[in-house]
């Protein structure tokens, strides 16, 4: 294959070599859309490689899958579903007909809906069942019904109104419940209860555990239910089984995947956070992105170009990581609902036709914001032994101007990607005088590749486009891999045995197990010692 003949010729050449010899790389190697500038110049590549990952595209058939994606065909094909996330942000009165509904319309006349309840809670209108106004929102979720409004409330914290805060929980344990809840008045604490399915564990305990606190405070009054919780859900039944009104539940559509479902009633708590107006910006954001992936050539659109590139230190370099690193504090959260996204669409061992594949899927992505990283694991990206190809994340204009805050986190990104891409070799430590002995110890060989994704200020728009920019850069990932990037069978089995276990965890007579040895000791010994 050209793709394997071209590495092999490209594989020794340095970052070093290909900037010295090319003035005009970096130029070249720049795209800016939507006020997103992509520096990708600072990868192990030339103009022939990104012609050959084009080719790739194309013979892979992107272009055509982007057009089934858009057009609403079954593309999930394992669940033999559409996928229409971008159907969340398209403006009201455009058209989407999937199986004869209009989606476009439906999905207004919920975003008009959760506008309206926003706006009540946000001016007090909603009030608890003892009449006081809501100061907490509470989102109780898991999986993609918490890392999308988790992330982007983080992110928007800026934009949110003052005296309304919004909490998350999401895990099985009693701690997150218990902590999270910790202070708060149950008469002023609005619980958003998040679940596609409603058949979630995670999810429905702790929306049990959270009735149970309101019903505790409200002495055992059931009308408090409906004062203090709302439901978003696929599930009318299971919200209706639960206690909670449907009067008071947001749908949704098996189309949207719990990973893409921040666009959707899922979230709910972000739009109550920063009001529906924010939240229209958001979605126009995310359609930009989505229009841009739609129609610019191939060429041009930065979330082929992303995928692209992650495809070639993939399947190439056989990078087995890829670090997300945001230079703002607002989007801490980022990395690890990107790993959701990424992994969870790619992490895949079979093609579209079932058939096991010959070569690598999905990376492991992982993150954290800039600078705390450098002090932890960047070390290892400079000078080990493994490939980790990083995406740096910035924005020119900072929300919080406080003295020099900003020009020293700014540097400090600049300067990562610098002494990545171009390193200190042995001559230049020479020169600066360093022992001949310590040399070794402190070289650093560069040639570690980077994307740096510059903006200009985040905004509920921005933050769209870039979570639109990387849901797009999955999807070109798994369309070159010809795999379906939007099912999660493989989370099914762990659930499978928990089932199982549970039982025997809570009988009051020792079980008979069957599980493997292992597992029926650890079973016996967390009984005896819990
Ligand atoms: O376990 C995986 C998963 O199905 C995710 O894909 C999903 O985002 C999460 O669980 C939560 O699912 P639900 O919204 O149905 O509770």
């Given at each position: 294959m050209a793709l394997e003949q071209h590495f092999d010729q490209l594989k020794e050449l340095t970052l070093g070599e290909m900037f010295a010899k090319d003035r005009s790389r970096a130029g070249r190697l720049t795209k800016e859309a939507l006020g997103i500038y992509f520096d990708?110049?600072?990868?192990?590549?030339?103009d022939e490689t990104l012609a050959l990952l084009m080719r790739l595209a194309r013979e892979c058939g992107l272009p055509a899958r982007i057009q089934a994606m858009f057009e609403g065909r079954r593309i999930n094909v394992s669940e033999q579903r559409a996928v229409l996330h971008i159907a969340l942000r398209e403006p009201p009165g455009t058209s989407l007909v999937v199986d004869g509904q209009e989606v476009v319309a439906a999905v207004h006349a919920v975003l008009d809906q959760m506008a309206a309840f926003a706006d009540r809670v946000r001016s007090g209108s909603w009030r608890g069942h003892t009449g006081k106004r809501v100061s907490t929102v509470v989102n109780i979720g898991i999986g993609g019904s918490d890392l999308g409004p988790r992330m982007a409330y983080e992110a928007l914290r800026a934009y949110s109104q003052p005296g309304l805060s919004v909490r998350f929980i999401s895990n099985i344990d009693g701690t997150d419940f218990a902590e999270v809840t910790r202070g708060l008045d149950p008469a002023e604490t609005l619980f958003v209860v998040c679940s596609k399915s409603w058949h979630t564990l995670e999810t429905l305990t702790n929306a049990e555990t959270a009735k149970e606190w309101v019903l505790a405070a409200s002495g055992g009054d059931e009308s408090a239910v409906a004062r203090h919780f709302v439901a978003v859900s696929t599930n009318a039944k299971g919200v209706s089984d639960f206690g909670i009104d449907t009067a008071n539940m947001f749908p949704f559509w098996d189309w949207v995947g719990g990973r893409y479902s921040l666009d959707s009633a899922i979230g709910l708590s972000l739009m109550i956070a920063i009001g529906p107006e924010r939240f229209s910006e958001m979605l126009q954001g995310f359609h930009e992105m989505d229009e841009h992936f739609r129609t610019s050539p191939l060429e041009d659109n930065l979330p082929v170009l992303m995928g692209l590139l992650a495809v070639w230190y993939n399947n190439f370099f056989e990078a087995e990581s890829l670090a997300v690193l945001p230079y703002d504090q607002y989007l801490a959260r980022l990395p690890s609902y990107l790993q959701q996204l990424e992994m969870e669409s790619?992490?895949?061992?079979?093609?579209?036709?079932g058939q096991t594949v010959s070569y690598q899927t999905g990376p492991i992505i992982w993150g954290q914001p800039g600078t705390n990283g450098q002090h932890a694991f960047y070390q290892l990206i400079h000078q080990g032994t493994k490939l980790v190809p990083c995406d740096f994340i910035g924005f020119c204009q900072t929300l919080n101007p406080l003295g020099r805050h900003h020009d020293l986190l700014m540097a400090n990104m600049f300067a990562q990607t610098e002494a990545l891409a171009f390193g200190r070799s042995t001559a230049e430590l020479r020169q600066a005088g360093v022992a001949e002995w310590q040399i070794p110890y402190r070289v650093c060989e560069g040639n570690r590749p980077t994307s740096t994704i510059l903006l200009d200020r985040l905004t509920p728009g921005s933050l769209g486009k870039l979570v639109a920019l990387y849901e797009h850069k999955t999807f070109t990932q798994g369309a070159i891999w010809g795999i379906?990037?939007?099912?999660?069978?493989?989370?099914?089995l762990g659930k499978l045995l928990a089932d199982r276990i549970i039982p025997e965890l809570e009988s009051a007579a020792d079980p008979e197990l069957d599980h493997d040895d292992s597992t029926n000791e650890l079973i016996r010994r967390y009984r005896r010692l819990r």
């Open positions: 990708y110049s600072k990868h192990r590549v030339t790619n992490g895949k061992h079979v093609d579209l036709k379906d990037s939007f099912d999660q069978w493989g989370v099914e």
